[in-house]
């Protein structure tokens, strides 16, 4: 089955999951592009979307959605009851490395600022173990050569990501052979560091629901549980 049926697959699933009339976060990549479509299509009048990219944005108001600010719609009081976005690896903790789009801190913004976090994957995505992904770190420019230098005394082999400049005006640094069998201390960790943004490590808070599409169907974890 091709790889884009089973993205579409999983972001219809989600539409289930949403709470009729409620601003709906959106996260950022091909499969989160299905997702604003089906939505569109389906909730045209939808309350409005905050979206992790300028992509998705120009996706979304394309498709007749209203894009709102997350300041604006939390300092009005509004709650968010649910984030849909996708991952580059995802374990069976519903742990996650996520940022191949480059797009991992305002995806986690997004993940904090909402109350559930549902994922939407191909089976391709799920791992037993976090970490032949290149795990993606978003650096202020001026902090790149000594966070360089940390990742490389942790055992990571770190690799600036070419002609890249993130939506928030910093790299992304793709760091392979870093020891993950703690991802939520290694996370913390390597935030701590000045200059670092982001990494792209989603164990301290792991998503809340996986929605994995497989050739024989759309497989929900966990199998019951709050739908919103
Ligand atoms: C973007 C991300 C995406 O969720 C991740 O890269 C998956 O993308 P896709 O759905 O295109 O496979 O973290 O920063």
Redesign the pocket.
Known sequence: MHPDTL?RAAARAALDELVEGAVVGV??????DCFVDELAARLPRARGVVCASERTAARARAGGLAVLDLNEVLAAGEAIPVYV????EIDGCRRMI???????TR?KILAAACARFVCIVDRSKCVERLGAFPLPVEVVPMARELVIGRLRALGGAPQLRAGVITDNGNEILDVRGLDLQDPAHLETVIESWPGVVTAGLFAVRPADVVLTAAPDGVERQPVTGARG
Not at 27 to 32: A, D, K, L, Y
Not at 85 to 88: E, F, K, M, N, S
Not at 98 to 104: D, F, I, N, V, Y
């Open positions: 993205k996260g950022s990549g091909s499969t989160v976005d996708g991952a580059d996520k940022g191949g789009g480059a797009a991992l995806e």
